[in-house]
């Protein structure tokens, strides 16, 4: 389950698809509808079939559930999403909410052992050892820490003989389930698989149980896997050493400036405790909402809800994110020397995608940096060579709350960073003194509705999506409704999110230099 980073959903509406040719009307002819219109007006039949098939329920618990019935095919994808992530992390905490993601894999009190009675007193005494570890660490006794250090492998030796390795996924394997994973951002966690359509009570069981009584074993061997996880991901990446080091400059306050992976310090101190307490306060039923997309019958899918998920207690609402980023007032920068060609970053605060300007930003940011035909891409890298890479995305590092616009260039061999800077600015000047050109404008519009249509036609991809804008913007509905905000975006509109976003004290920069030039 690795954590990796996730552009904001919404961008999956906006990838690039295809290009499409379009003929201009004579000059002094009256203007046609643009293409891009007459293509949002075919599918939006479409649409409104696909949003009649969606109906919800919520448990008396505070568990909601979003069913979409489609039987195309036999099968149905489940996406069960936490609303909790990087963000929500205590003080001192980091990288809980993806050890936690790890953790739940591994099993129950059924589920992952071959003992679960002889296995208990095996963890909670190899608990008891790690804080007296920790305790002769801050006292300076070394010779204590490796005779107890060495007591926890005997220990975690037996534990681990009554382990029955990845036995949820082999459950999942052998009934024909595919794609099992999870990953974790800053803004939630998600856990997702599909199955046969004749398995619908087998993921009640199974998702159930799982939340209902995980037993988080194998803590300290899943300790070391993520310490190695952030080595190669953040302190053995130029790239990744960068990142971190610039979201806690662009942030004062805001959550977002801590990594989801976690500092290095925070991971080697917590304990289990540390994570079962974190569940205990975000993994309540209120907290979690669950799509279910595929070949199903909504009322089977609640009679068995209620069977299955009705076991979960009611918890009090867990605490929110209360910190707000104040407005940045000056140019902000950060320099790092590392052994790697140098790069160049620079971000700029944006609001969170419940704004009603968050789909203009996408296009910009779609405008700019997505693919081949970007802007950033046939000036930097192609027209002027120096740049081997120009791309960027919106909604960095979530978009739950205000949030960056990034931009990313890794420098091509001769050149510097000061020129990727200067290049980079004349873009998004142009973009602040000129209007899109319309027909650029209907093309990123139709390549957003190229997106959208992809994303229908995978039950994954749509179980994700409800899931997504219901938490996020308060209704799955206003996923279906991005349509009409994207077709609604003017030249006029790009110009003035560009003039209020793209200025010198918003600015975040940030530059790789080769160690020792």
């Given at each position: 389950m690795r954590l990796?980073?996730?552009?904001?959903?919404?961008?999956?509406?906006?990838?690039?698809?295809?290009?499409?040719?379009?003929?201009?009307?004579?000059?002094?002819?009256?203007?046609?509808?643009?293409?891009?219109?007459?293509?949002?007006?075919?599918?939006?039949?479409?649409?409104?079939?696909?949003?009649?098939?969606?109906?919800?329920?919520?448990?008396?618990?505070?568990?909601?559930?979003?069913?979409?019935?489609?039987?195309?095919?036999?099968?149905?994808?489940?996406?069960?999403y936490a609303d909790v992530g990087g963000a929500n992390e205590p003080v001192g905490q980091t990288g809980v909410a993806h050890?936690?993601?790890?953790?739940?894999?591994?099993?129950?009190?059924?589920?992952?052992?071959?003992?679960?009675?002889?296995?208990?007193?095996?963890?909670?005494?190899?608990?008891?050892?790690?804080?007296?570890?920790?305790?002769a660490k801050a006292k300076k006794d070394e010779q204590t820490v490796q005779a107890l250090t060495k007591e926890l492998a005997e220990v975690t030796q037996k534990a681990d003989a009554l382990v029955t390795q990845n036995e949820m996924g082999q459950i999942i394997g052998q009934e024909g389930g595919v794609g099992l994973n999870a990953t974790t951002s800053s803004d939630a966690t998600r856990y997702f698989y599909s199955l046969p359509a004749n398995k619908l009570e087998l993921w009640m069981s199974l998702e159930s149980e799982r939340f209902l009584e995980p037993v988080f074993r194998e803590y300290y061997k899943e300790k070391d896997v993520i310490l190695e996880e952030r080595r190669l991901r953040t302190d053995n990446s130029p790239?990744?050493?960068?990142?971190?080091?610039?979201?806690?400059?662009?942030?004062?306050?805001?959550?977002?400036?801590?990594?989801?992976?976690?500092?290095?310090?925070?991971?080697?101190?917590?304990?289990?405790?540390?994570?079962?307490?974190?569940?205990?306060?975000?993994?309540?039923?209120?907290?979690?909402?669950?799509?279910?997309?595929?070949?199903?019958?909504?009322?089977e899918v609640k009679q068995l809800a209620e069977t299955y998920f009705g076991r979960f207690k009611s918890r009090s609402q867990p605490p929110t994110v209360?910190?707000?980023?104040?407005?940045?007032?000056?140019?902000?920068?950060?320099t790092l020397e590392l052994k790697s060609q140098p790069w160049y970053l620079e971000g700029y605060h944006?609001?969170?995608?419940?704004?009603?300007?968050?789909?203009?930003?996408?296009?910009?940011?779609?405008?700019?940096?997505?693919?081949?035909?970007?802007?950033?891409?046939?000036?930097?890298?192609?027209?002027?060579?120096?740049?081997?890479?120009?791309?960027?995305?919106?909604?960095?590092?979530?978009?739950?709350?205000?949030?960056?616009?990034?931009?990313?260039?890794?420098?091509?061999?001769?050149?510097t960073v000061d020129e990727v800077a200067t290049a980079l600015k004349t873009e998004l000047d142009q973009l602040k003194t000129?209007?899109?050109?319309?027909?650029?404008?209907?093309?990123?519009?139709?390549?957003?509705?190229?997106?959208?249509?992809?994303?229908?036609?995978?039950?994954?991809?749509?179980?994700?999506?409800?899931?997504?804008?219901?938490?996020?913007?308060?209704?799955?509905?206003?996923?279906?409704?991005?349509?009409?905000?994207i077709e609604a975006v003017t030249p006029e509109d790009v110009q003035r999110v560009a003039q209020a976003t793209f200025t010198p004290e918003n600015r975040t920069v940030g530059y790789i230099l080769s160690k020792g030039k």
């Open positions: 990796p980073r996730l552009k904001k959903i919404v961008l999956l509406l906006l990838v690039f698809c295809t290009s499409l040719a379009f003929i201009s009307a004579p000059v002094g002819a009256e203007t046609p509808k643009s293409a891009a219109t007459e293509e949002s007006q075919s599918i939006q039949p479409y649409l409104d079939r696909v949003k009649e098939k969606v109906t919800t329920f919520q448990l008396k618990n505070g568990l909601k559930f979003i069913v979409l019935e489609r039987h195309q095919a036999p099968v149905i994808a489940f996406h069960t050890y936690l993601e790890h953790l739940a894999f591994k099993g129950t009190q059924r589920i992952g052992t071959t003992d679960y009675k002889a296995e208990q007193p095996l963890l909670e005494q190899q608990d008891q050892l790690f804080d007296q570890i920790q305790a790239i990744g050493k960068m990142v971190e080091v610039f979201l806690g400059e662009a942030f004062d306050v805001h959550p977002y400036l801590q990594p989801v992976i976690g500092y290095e310090k925070d991971l080697r101190n917590l304990t289990r405790q540390n994570v079962q307490d974190f569940f205990d306060t975000y993994y309540g039923p209120g907290n979690l909402t669950i799509a279910i997309v595929g070949d199903v019958n909504p009322k209360t910190q707000v980023e104040p407005p940045q007032q000056k140019t902000k920068s950060v944006r609001p969170a995608i419940s704004d009603p300007d968050h789909v203009i930003y996408d296009l910009i940011a779609s405008l700019l940096s997505d693919g081949r035909t970007s802007r950033l891409y046939k000036s930097l890298v192609e027209s002027q060579k120096i740049a081997l890479s120009a791309e960027g995305f919106s909604g960095f590092p979530g978009d739950k709350y205000p949030n960056l616009m990034l931009f990313y260039s890794l420098t091509a061999p001769g050149h000129e209007l899109v050109d319309i027909q650029d404008l209907d093309r990123l519009k139709t390549q957003a509705r190229a997106g959208l249509l992809r994303s229908l036609d995978s039950n994954s991809g749509m179980a994700r999506l409800l899931t997504e804008y219901d938490v996020k913007t308060g209704d799955w509905r206003n996923l279906f409704s991005e349509l009409e905000k």
